[in-house]
Structure formats: structure tokens, C-alpha cells
């Protein structure tokens, strides 16, 4: 029986520098998430401004999504992330500046731009170089980066920062700056597209093996219809995971606070064990979600995930919440990469740009909403009813999945057409 799988190389060394140009910028994302709010606060004194610090940040990276998306389809994904690196360092490095709150969040529209155009263009160029039968593996591999980020970057932000002193954080905004020097430098030595053009092939690696019988850029049609410039197949997962991001945003965004509120000193080793279940999550839920689907990743951990939510208000000691970041991070790290892999799954290879930016675009959306409508009911209501809002928004992220995306509906679905 003839096994095409071992010739199907993943981690190739696009798929290596790719994974590396990410790094950079996460890592400021998840020192800035996690510290900006406090900046904001110190500087206005009020929670509202930590809020927005967010929202601008992320309104900006999604109004800058789509037109990443459709030009990375037509010109290609590596000088989009230069130029998005390079923005990203220049903003970072004009945070230390001044501490005037409007010129603040200004440049953090700057930032917000930059990245937009860079993770987007970095998810598009990923999927170029996944080989088809292993994108849930590949997309988990990738968001190991992301993985990296989460577990070092508020520990070591947080750490920085210290006691909150205004120098504290002009180290934090030179190493940030530094960071997205080095995702630019990365950029520059990826090489698919150099070689597609060389040979005048579409823009796939050349070590991603495709089988032959079914290359992976060749249409076998007319492509599908637009709206907007994103195919429909995207709109439902899209809205799964802005579910998913809102409530998300109550973590990343406000637990710092609640632990202040609490009297739970530093919080930084939550996002450590957090991302310890993120990396074992994303090394095994892949090949599972390969294999036999998504909907068996996906359900059990939206599931998952919204008891935690429940749970967290009633947490008055450091320790259950640091047990609890645990199986936060092995349902984060098994929904999300498996939604991300079906998104490019169900949709035309020639507009991988737009599913990337449909992507990155609904964490914009969601942690947008999030960090302005969790700021005020955290001021108006406090935390508790802050992680239980969470908990809905992600068990109403259930529903809808079940109801519109999970993978037996659409089969259900095809077979009544084949019938009709």
C-alpha cells in the first residue's frame, strides 16, 4: 500500500524563521497585555484607560487585517512581515516617550497597525508551507510560539516592571522594541517565495510535499464567492472564536487586577503554568484533530473552558488559581490552533490571506469588546460577575458551534444536497 506521509515534511526552515519572525511580536503582545493596563492606570488613575489601552490596540490591528489579507494573497506574505515588524519596533520604541495619556494610545493605534499586518501575513505563510494532511499538527506546532509568549512574556514584563517605577518601564519598552528588531531580521531570510518565483510556481514551499495528485494551489474551479473579500465558509468559525476571545480577554487583560483586588500578589506564575498546558495541548490535539476531527477537540474543551470561567470568582487563594491556569491552558491550546486549521481547511487555498486575517481578525474583535465592556463591569460590579460573564460568552461559543460548524452537521448537510 503506497504511504505518501513520511515524504511530508513540516517543520521545514520557513516554517522554522516563520515561527521565529512570530516570536517577536508576541512576546511584546503578552508584555503589553499584561502591563499597559497598569501604565494606564498609573499615569490616568483609572481602570477604564487599561481598557482602552486594549481596544485601540486591537480596533487597529483589525482595521488593518483585511488589506494585509488581500495583499498577501496578491503580492505575497514576507515583505508584509518587514515592514509589520518594523512598525511594531518603532511603536514600542516611542511607548517610553511620554506619559500623556492620549499620545499613548495613539501609538498604541501605531502598534496595533503594525501587528495587524504582521500576524496576519505570518498566518497566511504558514499555511503555505503546511503540508494538507498534517494543518491541525502544523497550526499547533506554529502557536508554540504564541505557547513561548504566554508562559515568559508577563512573567518577565511583570518582573521587570517591579514596583511599578516610570524607568521600570522604559526597560521594558527597549527590550520590546528589541524583540520585533529580531522578527524583522527573521523575515528577511524566508525563502518560499523567492524560489516560487524563481521557478515560476505559486508561492508553496518547496520542501512542503504535496502529494502529486492533488497539488495544493491548483484550483479545481471557479473559486467560491466573497463578501467583503472573505469567503463565507469563514463567518461561522470567525464567530466561534470571537466568543471565545471576548471571555479570554477577562484573563489576559484583567486578572492582573482581580489578584490586586484579592490580595494575590503576583499573578505572572498563572500565565506560566498556563502556557506549560498550552505546550503539551498543542504537541498532542493536532494529530487527534487529523485524524478523527475537530469536534472531538473542540467541544470537550469549550466545555471545559467555561467551567473555569465559573470558577475563578470564588478563588481567594494564590495556589487554586495558579492549579486552575492548568487546564485553562489545555483547552485553550486544543480549541483554538483546531479552529484556526479548519478555517484554512474550508476555505480556497488561493485566499489563505483572508482566512488569516479572518482569524487574527476575530481575537481583535473579541479582546476589543472584552477589554472595554469587562473594564466597566469590573469597575460597576466587580470581578465575580466579570469571570461569570466570561462563562457564558464561552458556553454560548458552544452552542453556536455545535449548531453551525462542528463537523457532523456539515456532513449531515452535504449528504441532504447530494439527496436533493
Same mark, same amino acid.
Given at each position: !500500500?503506497?504511504?505518501?506521509?513520511?515524504?511530508?515534511?513540516?517543520?521545514?526552515?520557513?516554517?522554522?524563521?516563520? !515561527?521565529?519572525?512570530?516570536?517577536?511580536?508576541?512576546?511584546?503582545?503578552?508584555?503589553?497585555?499584561?502591563?499597559?493596563?497598569?501604565?494606564?492606570?498609573?499615569?490616568?488613575?483609572?481602570?477604564?484607560?487599561?481598557?482602552?489601552?486594549?481596544?485601540?490596540?486591537?480596533?487597529?490591528?483589525?482595521?488593518?487585517?483585511?488589506?494585509? +489579507?488581500?495583499?498577501?494573497?496578491?503580492?505575497?506574505?514576507?515583505?508584509?512581515?518587514?515592514?509589520?515588524?518594523?512598525?511594531?519596533?518603532?511603536?514600542?520604541?516611542?511607548?517610553?516617550?511620554?506619559?500623556?495619556?492620549?499620545?499613548?494610545?495613539?501609538?498604541?493605534?501605531?502598534?496595533?497597525?503594525?501587528? +495587524?499586518? $504582521?500576524?496576519?501575513?505570518?498566518?497566511? *505563510?504558514?499555511?503555505?508551507?503546511?503540508?494538507?494532511?498534517?494543518?491541525?499538527?502544523?497550526?499547533?506546532?506554529?502557536?508554540?510560539?504564541?505557547?513561548?509568549? %504566554?508562559?515568559?512574556?508577563?512573567?518577565?514584563?511583570?518582573?521587570?516592571?517591579?514596583?511599578?517605577?516610570?524607568?521600570?518601564?522604559? $526597560?521594558?519598552?527597549?527590550?520590546?522594541?528589541?524583540?520585533?528588531?529580531?522578527?524583522?531580521?527573521?523575515?528577511?531570510?524566508?525563502?518560499?517565495?523567492?524560489?516560487?518565483?524563481?521557478?515560476?510556481?505559486?508561492?508553496?514551499?518547496?520542501?512542503?510535499?504535496?502529494?502529486?495528485?492533488?497539488?495544493?494551489?491548483?484550483?479545481?474551479?471557479?473559486?467560491?464567492?466573497?463578501?467583503?473579500?472573505?469567503?463565507?465558509?469563514?463567518?461561522?468559525?470567525?464567530?466561534?472564536?470571537?466568543?471565545?476571545?471576548?471571555?479570554?480577554?477577562?484573563?489576559?487583560?484583567?486578572?492582573?487586577?482581580?489578584?490586586?483586588?484579592?490580595?494575590?500578589?503576583?499573578?505572572?506564575?498563572?500565565?506560566?503554568?498556563?502556557?506549560?498546558?498550552?505546550?503539551?495541548?498543542?504537541?498532542?490535539?493536532?494529530?487527534?484533530?487529523?485524524?478523527?476531527?475537530?469536534?472531538?477537540?473542540?467541544?470537550?474543551?469549550?466545555?471545559?473552558?467555561?467551567?473555569?470561567?465559573?470558577?475563578?470568582?470564588?478563588? $481567594?487563594?494564590?495556589?487554586?488559581?495558579?492549579?486552575?491556569?492548568?487546564? !485553562? +491552558?489545555?483547552?485553550?491550546?486544543?480549541?483554538?490552533?483546531?479552529?484556526?486549521?479548519?478555517?484554512?481547511?474550508?476555505?480556497?487555498?488561493?485566499?489563505?490571506?483572508?482566512?488569516?486575517?479572518?482569524?487574527?481578525?476575530?481575537?481583535?474583535?473579541?479582546?476589543?469588546?472584552?477589554?472595554?465592556?469587562?473594564?466597566?463591569?469590573?469597575?460597576?460590579?466587580?470581578?465575580?460577575?466579570?469571570?461569570?460573564?466570561?462563562?457564558?460568552? %464561552?458556553?454560548? *461559543?458552544?452552542?453556536?458551534?455545535?449548531?453551525?460548524?462542528?463537523?457532523?452537521?456539515?456532513?449531515?448537510?452535504?449528504?441532504?444536497?447530494?439527496?436533493?
Amino acid at each position: !500500500m503506497e504511504n505518501i506521509q513520511p515524504k511530508e515534511k513540516l517543520l521545514s526552515k520557513d516554517y522554522i524563521l516563520i !515561527m521565529c519572525a512570530a516570536l517577536g511580536t508576541a512576546f511584546c503582545n503578552f508584555f503589553f497585555f499584561t502591563t499597559l493596563p497598569l501604565y494606564a492606570e498609573k499615569v490616568s488613575g483609572s481602570n477604564v484607560y487599561g481598557g482602552l489601552m486594549l481596544t485601540v490596540y486591537s480596533i487597529a490591528a483589525l482595521a488593518a487585517r483585511p488589506i494585509a +489579507g488581500i495583499l498577501s494573497d496578491r503580492t505575497g506574505r514576507v515583505k508584509l512581515l518587514i515592514i509589520g515588524a518594523f512598525v511594531c519596533a518603532v511603536a514600542c520604541a516611542l511607548y517610553g516617550i511620554t506619559t500623556a495619556i492620549l499620545l499613548l494610545l495613539a501609538i498604541r493605534v501605531l502598534n496595533g497597525l503594525g501587528f +495587524g499586518v $504582521h500576524s496576519t501575513s505570518s498566518g497566511a *505563510a504558514v499555511a503555505d508551507v503546511i503540508p494538507k494532511s498534517r494543518i491541525s499538527e502544523g497550526i499547533g506546532y506554529f502557536s508554540l510560539y504564541s505557547t513561548l509568549a %504566554t508562559a515568559l512574556g508577563p512573567f518577565i514584563a511583570l518582573t521587570i516592571i517591579g514596583d511599578g517605577e516610570l524607568k521600570n518601564f522604559q $526597560h521594558l519598552f527597549f527590550l520590546a522594541s528589541s524583540l520585533c528588531l529580531f522578527s524583522m531580521v527573521s523575515a528577511c531570510f524566508i525563502s518560499y517565495e523567492r524560489k516560487a518565483k524563481k521557478t515560476d510556481k505559486p508561492a508553496v514551499a518547496a520542501d512542503a510535499a504535496v502529494p502529486p495528485e492533488a497539488p495544493a494551489e491548483a484550483p479545481a474551479g471557479p473559486l467560491p464567492k466573497t463578501f467583503v473579500g472573505f469567503e463565507y465558509a469563514v463567518f461561522l468559525p470567525t464567530a466561534v472564536l470571537i466568543l471565545l476571545n471576548f471571555a479570554s480577554s477577562s484573563i489576559n487583560t484583567f486578572l492582573t487586577l482581580f489578584a490586586q483586588d484579592r490580595g494575590l500578589g503576583n499573578v505572572g506564575l498563572f500565565f506560566t503554568v498556563n502556557a506549560v498546558g498550552l505546550f503539551i495541548s498543542r504537541m498532542l490535539f493536532g494529530r487527534i484533530a487529523d485524524r478523527h476531527g475537530p469536534d472531538v477537540v473542540v467541544i470537550p474543551g469549550v466545555i471545559a473552558l467555561a467551567l473555569c470561567y465559573c470558577a475563578i470568582p470564588f478563588l $481567594h487563594s494564590p495556589l487554586w488559581l495558579f492549579v486552575l491556569a492548568f487546564p !485553562m +491552558g489545555i483547552a485553550n491550546g486544543a480549541i483554538i490552533p483546531t479552529i484556526n486549521a479548519l478555517m484554512f481547511q474550508r476555505c480556497s487555498p488561493q485566499r489563505r490571506g483572508t482566512v488569516s486575517a479572518a482569524y487574527f481578525a476575530a481575537l481583535d474583535i473579541g479582546f476589543a469588546i472584552g477589554g472595554s465592556v469587562f473594564g466597566f463591569v469590573a469597575d460597576s460590579l466587580g470581578f465575580g460577575y466579570l469571570y461569570w460573564t466570561a462563562a457564558v460568552l %464561552t458556553a454560548a *461559543a458552544c452552542i453556536l458551534y455545535i449548531r453551525t460548524v462542528a463537523e457532523k452537521r456539515q456532513l449531515k448537510l452535504k449528504k441532504a444536497e447530494s439527496i436533493v
